[in-house]
């Protein structure tokens, strides 16, 4: 176990060294404080900031966060598991200096996402970042597994000036339409900018089907790395917006009917630089192995949407025939099914073929997200599991027998079905360990006691601007 005698306890070799460079650099670039970043159990952002002066002792000793944020609710407010939730104890915030970006949207900061460490120095078991650390670590150690991740984020943008809570959006004209994309072309411009300023590799920015909505994709990284990415990219689309006076949400229900906003995931596994979702004797290419992964995640995905989709909001967008995939299905470019298998373009296969898993929405926290999403597709390895026979078009239109033959079924349709179905499913709870898990389990529940007696219209207006 590392102790607080060691340097850097939360860091990486070379840290203290770097963190002195920074703090001597960072105000020469007008920066004068650094955000440090986590993502609560009920996948709301936290922060801590540091002036830059502070950010060598930030590196060296932590910065001090209550391990009660465990287990806040998306409303603020606050359960308990068997050891977490109490006023006790404390934690130390280190951040990652490997990832610190000068935030192009917020003049005068910086952003640094965070692992949270005990006061004695051990890595704390509630940390989601340190959760998805340890999957990857292990898939690579058990497996010889790497894996490339993207979070796409879909966003509702209204305008500042509409009555308080309530959500106007703040462009006109059809979805994907033209008149959406000239209306906010200084907003998104500005936006593709402060990415490019960051770092971030983006695909492509467009206007998405709901009324206000947008949608960014990014390029792939490493799943800490990618997880990191999802955060960034939402903290600086905020900031954009600020600027523009306008207000964005990521609420899965920005209003009770509608589509709603998602935040599918993309996912492949990769073998000594080899892309296993490609160039295997399976089903449209896929390896053995790449077909046990995918069957392991289309298997668990009743449990999994207590992770993938952990707001009472996000039970008012995922409904059939939306593209939100609902059902345990999978296809080849199905964008109903569940579980998407993605071939990319011709001639480009071995670099672009993953899965795409739909049921996601940005009410979940990345790394949670992410982690559970790969324990559940080792899993599905190490059983050798065979994906069902393929569905094409929209499952809802199955009939109780051809469902059948396919292993087709609903999803859970409200949070309380969710976390039933996690209470039950070791695989998950064995991989996010006991602390952490109970966490899940008691902030879940503690949703549905918050949403309980609501209807949908003052469901989605409760969450609409938490996320």
Sequence with gaps: MTTLADP??????????????????????????????????????????????????????????SPVFDTFLAGDGIVTTDVLGSPDGDLRLYPALDRLV?????????????????QDGARHPGCSRTFLRRIVAGAARDHGLAFRAGIEIEWSVGLDSAPAGEFLPATTGPAYGATRQVELSAYTAELLAACAAQGVEVDQVHPEYAPGQFEISVGALDPVAAADRSVLVRQTI?????????????????????????GHVHLSAWRDGVNLHSGGGR????????????????????????????????YLRLKPSQWAGVFTAWGLETREAAVRLVRGTAGRHAQQANLEVKPVDLAAN?????????AAGLDGLTRSAVLPQETTGDPARLDTAAAAERGVRRLPVSLAEAVTEFRRDEVLRDALGPVLADAVTAVRQGEIDAADGLDDERVAAAYRWVY
């Design 8 to 65: 850097v306890p939360g860091g990486r070799p070379g840290d203290l060294e770097r963190a002195g460079a920074l703090a001597g650099e960072l105000p020469g670039r007008g920066v004068h404080g650094v955000v440090l970043a986590y993502v609560d159990t009920a996948g709301v952002g936290r922060v801590k900031t540091v002036p830059t002066a502070g950010l060598a002792s930030a590196a060296a000793w932590g910065v001090g966060m």
């Design 102 to 118: 000068v935030l192009a949207g917020q003049p005068g900061w910086a952003w640094a996402p965070v692992d949270r460490i005990t």
């Design 238 to 262: 905020r900031a954009v917006a600020h600027r523009h006076g306008l207000r964005v949400s990521f609420s899965p229900a920005v209003e009770a009917e509608g589509v709603g906003n998602g």
């Design 283 to 314: 089903r449209h290419g896929m390896t053995a192995d790449a077909e046990a992964f995918a069957a392991g995640i289309l298997d668990r995905l009743p449990a999994l949407t207590a992770v993938t989709a952990p707001s009472p909001a996000s």
């Design 366 to 374: 990345p790394y949670l997200l992410l982690g559970c999403l790969i």
